[in-house]
């Protein structure tokens, strides 16, 4: 286990039977669960197990039909007001599949955009903390570039830059390498990593399982809807009991 | 309420003007005008049209240049002052004198081939390049290919494209209206010069039969439009097929 | 018929006075319509984004009227029309200051405002949903997210379209001398009247209009260039 800091016992997410259908459909079904401070989570299971629904309800881009979401003391899915909405979301870091960095904008301006409207930081901080970002992530001297001149790798490292400008207490990455070329996934891992190292409390949803195994504490594995194992990596790889678990494993080697 | 009385009594003492103007104790006007202008305007500029696209992609400059300046004139200059030209020139060029109705009709011409011209050229850029390389390969001339092969997907394509021109038109015939043309617009300013005291009441009516007899085909466009791309789409094909095959059979 | 000379009636100094004159209205009512379409334009976009359906319907109504009925028809509803339903003291003062160019201007505004709803509505439709869910993710409000993320996108993606609307309506403008408005279409009208040179007339016409709708689509496109994104086609 390379993290710094053990995970403490305080859960920063914890889902309390959560349930969401489509139709007649169980898109999520009795989810109970938590991420505790520090810990970094892998969540994996086959196309359609309901991974990326789960965890896009945690800043509610997906509603759910019943249960809480709670992050950081906080159900994100009680009777909001708008703006407390928003705050909370602001507070939680999240990198999609597909990057969606606003094109018109700069890589910087892309960093330093929320800060400055969202949480109302000054213009000259906020750029000398996007700068630092950008320097974290490698893309420094990409600062002027606009998105459509970056490389896939490249647009997915600003995105993390641009969640991480929020100083949010957890990271959430929905299948962060999916849409990359084969030669581009491991520059964001290594992003991924370093994040990992320096103690950041993260989920992510993700096929590399690599990853989950250097990097994870714990991994859960979902099928159709529900989490049907959590386990520490090293066992999840070696001894799944699920046989769910045990047919995934043996597909993905087989591929 | 007694607006909408007012209303209902024009329509009933002027139907027969708004729909066909005089005819038959003197020119044919109203609606059926505006039709007439409308059909033979894009009727007549829908060949042209395609040649004036087939000659701005041609490799030869010499058509290229005439048709792409002809099309920046109509695209910058009012119809309105395309209409008087062709008034003041026409009679002196073929040296007889020209109906307002068939002065409208080569102006209408002469502005829609230049702005379908670009319709059907953007319809045949939009098919991919393959389509001419392919075509080329199997030994087609370039007139060849663009016959046999490009035109008939891109004309197909356009068709929704093609009927919101006719919309176009179907509004722009108005203008005649400025050269005395019995069209609709022209009843209805001879109904409002009878009446003199109900200006809304006519103009009202004359926009709704416009809006119906727009918005109908509008929405005819729309509907055609979904349909090509449905039938563009994998399972429109097998759809057409089958049909096409009932047809066969039926024959 | 006479000889063609252009200086007949580029040195005439009522004609060129009638023409400096009608090209003068023709770019007020261009530059007022052109203001109070874009206006209604982004006021009808709103509109149409309130979860209120009886306000998506009203705009819908709007659009569908106004892209329908031919724009003359609409300036003679509004002129001959509209105008007669006003109080007497209005329709009074109306003819004493310049009522033509005001209707000209009211009915070309509202009928171009619709498609410029449109062409803004089709540019935000092409945003791709995950720049909202992006702007969302970070905790933009709708407000924020509108002005921030998306609109800017919208405008960038509706220029192509506005642009060519903003020449049809400078072109359109040229419908108001149906109604008697002094514009540039009735000034060579009147300078051919009074000169009996038609074609003369009609060419200073046609390379006015022709020169300044070729200015706007040059400025439209350096427009696009400059707030195309870098880096896309």
Known sequence: ?255 | MAMLSNIVSIVENNWLLLLVGQYPNGPLGGIAATLILSVLGIALAFPLSVLFALATLSPWRVLRWPVMGLVYVARGVPLLMIILWVYFLLPILIGANVSGFSTMVVALVIYEAAFLSEVVRAGIQALPRGQMDAARALGHSHLGAMRYVILPQALFNMIPSIISQFVSTIKETTLGYVINVPELTFAAGQINNRLLTQPFEVYFILAIIYFVVCWTLTRLATALESWIAWRRSGAGNTAVLAATHAVAAES | ?233
Request: aromatic share 8%; proline share 4%; with cysteine.
């Open chain 1, 1 to 255: 286990m390379s993290n710094a800091a053990a995970p403490s016992a305080a859960p920063m997410i914890r889902f309390e039977g959560v349930n969401k259908f489509y139709g007649d459909l169980a898109a999520l079904l009795d989810i109970n669960a938590e991420v505790k401070k520090g810990e970094v989570v892998v969540v994996c299971g086959p196309s359609g197990s309901g991974k990326s629904t789960l965890i896009r309800t945690v800043n509610r881009l997906e509603e759910i039909h019943s249960g809480a979401v709670v992050f950081d003391g906080q159900n994100v899915h009680a009777k909001l007001g708008g703006s407390a909405l928003n705050k909370l979301r602001s507070r939680i870091g999240f990198v999609f599949q597909s990057f969606n960095l606003f094109p018109h904008l700069s890589v910087l301006d892309n960093v330093m955009l929320s800060p400055i409207k969202v949480s109302g930081v000054g213009k000259t901080d906020a750029r000398t903390r996007a700068m630092e970002l950008l320097e974290r992530v490698g893309l420094a001297n990409k600062a002027q570039s606009f998105p459509a001149q970056l490389s896939g790798g490249q647009q997915q490292r600003v995105a993390i830059a641009r969640a991480l400008a929020m100083e949010p207490p957890a990271m959430l990455f929905d299948e962060p390498t999916s849409a990359l070329d084969p030669e581009m996934v491991g520059e964001v891992l290594a992003v991924m990593r370093a994040l990992a190292r320096d103690g950041m409390t993260m989920m992510c949803v993700t096929h590399e399982m690599s990853f989950a195994r250097e990097v994870a504490d714990r991994v859960w594995f979902m099928d159709a809807g529900r989490i049907l194992e959590v386990a520490a990596p090293g066992d999840f790889f070696r001894t799944p009991t699920h046989p769910r678990a045990q047919r995934f494993l043996t597909d993905l080697h087989a591929r």
């Open chain 3, 1 to 233: 018929m006479k000889g063609f000379d252009l200086l007949a009636i580029l040195t005439n100094p009522s004609f060129v006075q009638m023409l400096v004159h009608g090209v003068k209205m023709t770019l007020i009512i261009f530059a007022g319509s052109w203001l109070l379409a874009m206006t209604l334009g982004v006021l009808l976009l709103a509109l149409r984004m309130l979860p209120a359906k009886p306000a998506e319907w009203f705009v819908e109504i709007y659009v569908s009227y106004h892209r329908n009925v031919p724009t003359l028809v609409q300036i003679m509803l509004w002129y001959f029309g509209i105008s007669s339903l006003l109080p007497n003291g209005l329709q009074e003062f109306l003819a004493d200051h310049n009522g033509e160019a005001v209707f000209a201007i009211v009915a070309l505004g509202l009928c171009q405002g619709a498609y410029f709803s449109e062409d803004l509505r089709s540019g935000l439709r092409s945003v791709p949903k995950g720049q909202w869910e992006a702007a969302r993710a970070l905790g933009h409000s709708y407000m924020g997210a509108m002005a921030y993320i998306l609109m800017p996108q919208a405008v960038r993606n509706a220029m192509p379209a506005l642009i060519n609307h903003t020449v049809s309506l400078f072109k359109n403008s040229s419908l108001a001398m149906a109604i008697g408005v002094a514009e540039l279409t009735h000034a060579v009208k009147e300078i051919e009247n009074q000169s009996f040179r038609v074609f003369e007339s009609y060419l200073v016409a046609t390379v006015l209009y022709l020169a300044f709708s070729l200015f706007l689509m040059w400025l439209g496109e350096r427009l696009e260039r400059r707030s195309r994104m870098a880096g896309t086609v």
